[in-house]
Every structure is written in C-alpha cells, then in structure tokens.
Nanobody
Framework: QVQLVESGGGLVQVGGSLRLSCAAS????????MGWFRQAPGKEREFVGC????????YYATSVKGRFTISRDNANNTLYLQMNTLKPEDTAVYYC????????????????WGQGTQVTVSS
C-alpha cells in the first residue's frame, strides 16, 4: 500500500515561511519523481515543482521560482517543500504526488497522491 501524507500547512502572514512535509510509505521517494501541486477553490490543480528521481534536479513553476525549494530526505523517505516570502496567491491546498515518469508537470501523469494540506496566507 502506497501512502503519501502531507503535513506542515497552516496560517501564515504575507512574507512568512512554511515547510511542508510529505511522508511516503509503500514507495521510495528516491526512485520516483516527486511533485508538489496546489489547488485553490474553483481553480484547477496547478504544478508547483518537482524533483527528478535520478540526480535530484528540481523544477519550479514560474510563480514560485526563487521562493520555494523542493528537497528530499532519502533516509526518512520524506519530501519537503520550503516556502518563503509567501503571498496571498499562494493560498491553496498543497498536495505531494509521485510518478514513474521521468519529468512531467501534468497532474494526470502522477500515480499517487497525498490527502493535501491547507496553506493560508493572510492578506
């Protein structure tokens, strides 16, 4: 059984920081490309960034580049999303996901999903 469990969301002021965690079980983070997505009410699920399983290269959406950082802790089989300089438009439910595709930004190509964690950035 595969489980991805996000945590670390909450309410933060504009300009603040949060660190989201995605604890994986039933799959190995270092052998899957891992993605972060977000979805605000009434909007489509949006690619935030990903880390490629082979070599750990990271890619980010333009909207978060320079503010967000994706990393992984292979020993703990955990994915992280460090979010800095948060803006109100970052408010969304954040999901981690896993895929055997080398690189993709499309939600439909990710095989496993967490339950999501709410991030709310005060205006």
């Amino acid at each position: 059984q595969v489980q991805l469990v996000e945590s670390g969301g909450g309410l933060v002021q504009v300009g603040g920081s949060l660190r989201l965690s995605c604890a994986a079980s039933g799959l190995t983070v270092s052998t899957h490309t891992m993605g972060w997505f977000r979805q605000a009410p009434g909007k489509e699920r949006e690619f935030v960034g990903c880390i490629i399983w082979s070599g750990g290269h990271t890619y980010y959406a333009t909207s978060v580049k320079g503010r967000f950082t994706i990393s992984r802790d292979n020993a703990n089989n955990t994915l992280y999303l460090q979010m800095n300089t948060l803006k109100p438009e970052d408010t969304a439910v954040y999901y981690c996901a896993a895929t055997t595709t080398y690189y993709t930004i499309q939600p439909s190509q990710y095989d496993y999903w967490g339950q999501g964690t709410q991030v709310t950035v005060s205006s």
